[in-house]
């Protein structure tokens, strides 16, 4: 069986993968998005209203930010990758038990193994 040698010298010219490298990059979207976004685009448009708009525009202007102030979450969520649709949301307002949310406390000089001491007995 004969063996193929490969030919790893770097090519003269443009790559043959350039457009690719050029549309897809290894960062994520999120890692570009200023984490700061939302607090620059209220006063972004805070200094619009300030330095003079029309009133139209002041209306328009007061409908973004209403939609900002009362979907934050949505908004951060999204730019952060997550799937914020009302199709997706699979514990969305939902009612958490008390037991559930406290399940990973222990006692204050308990070591955490000693709850599961009562496993050894029987």
């Known amino acids: ?9 770097p090519t003269i010219g443009p790559s043959r993968h350039s457009l690719f490298s050029k549309h897809f990059t290894t960062k994520s979207s999120c890692e570009s998005t200023n984490p700061r976004w939302l607090p620059d685009l ?3 448009i805070g200094r619009c209203i300030q330095f003079g708009l029309g009133n139209r525009q002041v209306q328009q202007a007061g409908k973004i930010l209403g939609e900002l102030n009362h979907n ?3 908004f951060i969520a999204g730019s952060q990758g ?5 199709n997706h949301r699979g514990l969305y307002r939902q009612e958490v038990v008390w037991g559930e ?3 990973m406390v222990r006692s204050p000089g308990r ?3 000693l ?8």
């Open 1 to 9: 069986m004969k063996h193929r040698a490969w030919n790893l010298r």
């Open 42 to 44: 209220h006063t972004r």
């Open 72 to 74: 934050w979450r949505e």
């Open 82 to 86: 997550f799937l914020t649709d009302k």
């Open 101 to 103: 949310m406290d399940s």
């Open 111 to 113: 070591p955490p193994t």
């Open 115 to 122: 709850s599961s001491d009562w496993l050894r007995i029987y």
